[in-house]
């Protein structure tokens, strides 16, 4: 990624974004180079404006002609920061309270196969610029933890249509993620469990040839592919990858189509010097470092925790990449069937979720699991099944003392 910087400097200055976040970015280099990671001044520049660009607020655009960002015309959030404040997960409710969601949680939208709905797209949008109505609103039930799509603009979704809510995940030591190669996720693979233990795994093979590792569903093969499905989906901006300027919003919906955009035929709203910043900003957050006792981890093993959970992977350049994940799908069986899907992904296929920083999302009072609903890890562990039937008996079956144990060991990391 390195590649790209500092090369097309031109037309850098003259895109107004981009001169507006180095502006923005000025004060995070000279307060504090070397918290943001090594490497060479320039390296720490574009992470620094890559920060910048993380935390700002994206505008409509004005009118049809490029002048600005052209955020939506339907979105969820203006910023990444809205939904990635602290870069932590956050509670599903939002803190404003009055039975809304917050608005890191999203709802998507698909078929049995992951095709979107029709009018909605793959997501409902929740915002919109002025002139404009927001696809409907998330309430969350008297029970605290239904959610309730409302205000639906154009009427109930289509009869086919399945809906799952999905939190923003923590964004700590992503690119070690990154730097593990495929083939080291292909080697943990047992997709016809050929070894007997009940578990089997399968990598997230993508239409292009290369293999998932981001999203919930291990949808994205790297940060950039996510960073695009974020413009696009949670911001209603194109870039290169996904250059439609409206977003997630269909054919249905031909006011947003028409409505006001950034971008032009030959270049995005979200220039590729902005994903690529914005990637190496992330890529540079180290991971949270484990809070809780160092011991239990034999627990955790014995177990078969760690059969999915696996204590570390291996990057290519050979650091460790304790994550306690095998970057795999893995059916959980029916209880965590997720609603919406994605093409090639069954509901209830999940990818194994790194454990790293779990300490922080519980102490920011955010719920685990892919929609939050599980208050403590012996909630979360409760909740696992297909696959995972078996670990989750033997962690029933362990001594209340050991459980504790274990139980400390998951929620300090
Ligand atoms: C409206 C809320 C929202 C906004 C805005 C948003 N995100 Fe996210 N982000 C999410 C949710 C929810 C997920 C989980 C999506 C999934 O897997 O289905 C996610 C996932 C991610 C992931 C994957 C993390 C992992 O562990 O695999 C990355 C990286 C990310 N977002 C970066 C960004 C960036 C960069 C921006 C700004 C361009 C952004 N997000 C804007 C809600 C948001
Ligand atoms: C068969 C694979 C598998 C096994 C075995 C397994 N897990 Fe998981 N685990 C997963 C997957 C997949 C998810 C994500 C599920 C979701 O979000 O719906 C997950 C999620 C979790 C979460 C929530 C993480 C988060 O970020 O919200 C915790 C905590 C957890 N597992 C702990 C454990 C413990 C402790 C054990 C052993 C008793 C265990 N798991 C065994 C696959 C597994």
Redesign the pocket.
Known sequence: MGEHRLKRTGRWVADRAVAVAFFLALPILLAAPAALGGGAAADRLEVAIGRALFERAWVPAPSSTRANDGLGPLFNARACVACHGGLE?HAVAAPEGEGRVAASALLRLSDAEGGPDPVYGRQLQTAAVPGFTPEGRLLLAEDGKTVIAADLAAGAFAAMTRSGLR?A??LRGLGLLAAVPAEAIRAGADPGDADGD????RVHELPDGSIGRFG?KASSATLADQIAIAFSLDLGMGTAERPAPAGDCTPAEPACIAGPHGGTAAEPEILPEIVTMLAQYLAAVPPAKPAGPAAGGGL?AE???????RLTLAAADGRPVPA???L?????GPG?D?GATEPGVAPT???????W??AG?LAAG?????????AD?AA??G??G???????D??SALSPQDRVR??DY??GL
């Not at 177990?303 to 959970?309: F, N, Q, R």
């Not at 999940?350 to 454990?355: F, G, K, N, Q, V």
């Not at 955010?366 to 599980?374: K, P, Q, S, T």
């Not at 297909?386 to 989750?392: L, P, Q």
């Open positions: 997960r939190v995940p923590g009940g578990v089997e795994g919930w955790f177990t078969g925790c760690a059969a999915c959970h306690f994940t095998d795999l799908l893995h059916d959980m965590l997720g296929e999940w990818r194994t979720a790194p454990l920083g779990l999302a955010a719920g685990l699991l892919h929609d939050g609903r599980a890890v979360a562990i909740w696992h297909g696959e995972a039937t078996g670990s989750r033997r962690f274990l139980l998951v929620s």
